[in-house]
């Protein structure tokens, strides 16, 4: 793939705001029988999907290359692409399919769950994981972007300050060790964020912070996304590109205010082994 990642350089940026983004938030790729939460894609409607956004002449990037274009002011046939959760199948079921297009995107994963699986979700079926040489792999492959989804996928709207720097500091200096890059992404789990948690996010030295549906505090560190599922056919897509134009407002991506003096990043306490993996 002839994509790369790139730093959002902000300093560079037009202030004058360009066409919304549209960002496509995805998260499992694999068997869809079981699935209460409606956070699967089989292989061959993600296959189809991308397809219809390479027919409508756009093409999928990872954030950091979405953002780093059009701080430049470019990528208008850009749109982002990303993965929460960070899900094992992404390697075998969504790459090759990316690969195919020639489309990138960013992973979202859980330094503080390597290994493990999706215990904070109730019902459905237990989904393995990315491992830490999982991660590692996705690393180094052209065009994919690795980003933090907290340590453990908690709401941190309700998370304590401690709670809250560990979970957001922390899992970007663990996954910066883990990695040898610096990570510039972050994604609010459960898709929360209120100015509190954007503002820790923030100061801990992320470039850009995903929600879902962020409202008023809208921007760098709250850019909403799109849910895209099974059932989202050509139709649909078609539909959610002309209403996303339609609702949301183009994010500015001026050069960032500087972080208020009330707000301090707690020293997150890291574990023994920042790659130890779940048994």
């Not at 037009?14 to 869809?32: E, I, K, N, Q, T």
């Not at 996928?153 to 890059?181: M, N």
């Not at 209120?194 to 921007?219: F, H, K, N, S």
Request: aromatic share 6%; charged share 25%.
């Amino acid at each position: 793939m002839s994509v790369s990642a790139e730093t959002p350089d902000l300093t560079r940026t037009d202030p004058r705001p360009a066409a919304p983004l549209w960002v496509a938030m995805y998260h499992s790729v694999g068997d869809c029988s079981d699935d209460p939460y409606r956070i699967t894609v089989s292989p061959d409607r993600l296959d189809r999907q991308l397809g219809w956004l390479r027919r409508r002449g756009l093409r999928g990037v990872s954030m950091a290359d979405l953002l780093a274009a059009r701080a430049r002011g470019e990528g208008k046939d850009l749109v982002g692409l990303t993965f929460d959760d960070g899900y094992a199948d992404f390697t075998d079921n969504a790459l090759p399919v990316l690969r195919r297009w020639d489309c990138g995107a960013t992973v979202f994963v859980l330094p503080g769950r390597l290994g493990g699986t999706n215990e904070w979700d109730p019902l459905g079926p237990r989904k393995p994981l990315l491992t830490a040489d999982g991660i590692r792999e996705l690393a180094d492959t052209e065009g994919m972007e690795i980003a933090s989804h907290s340590l453990t996928h908690v709401d941190l709207t309700k998370a304590d300050d401690a709670l809250l720097g560990a979970e957001v500091g922390g899992s970007r200096a663990l996954l910066s060790e883990l990695t040898g890059r610096e990570v510039l992404g972050f994604c609010y789990p459960y898709g929360t964020v209120d100015q509190r948690v954007a503002d820790v996010v923030r100061a801990a030295g992320y470039e850009y912070g995903c929600a879902i549906d962020p409202g008023p505090l809208t921007g760098p560190f709250a850019l909403p996304r799109v849910h895209i599922g099974e059932n989202d056919t050509s139709w649909r897509l078609l539909l959610k590109y002309r209403l996303n134009r339609l609702r949301r407002r183009p994010v500015p991506l001026a050069p960032p205010e500087p972080v208020p003096s009330s707000v301090s990043l707690p020293s997150p306490k890291s574990p023994e082994s920042p790659v130890k993996e779940t048994p």
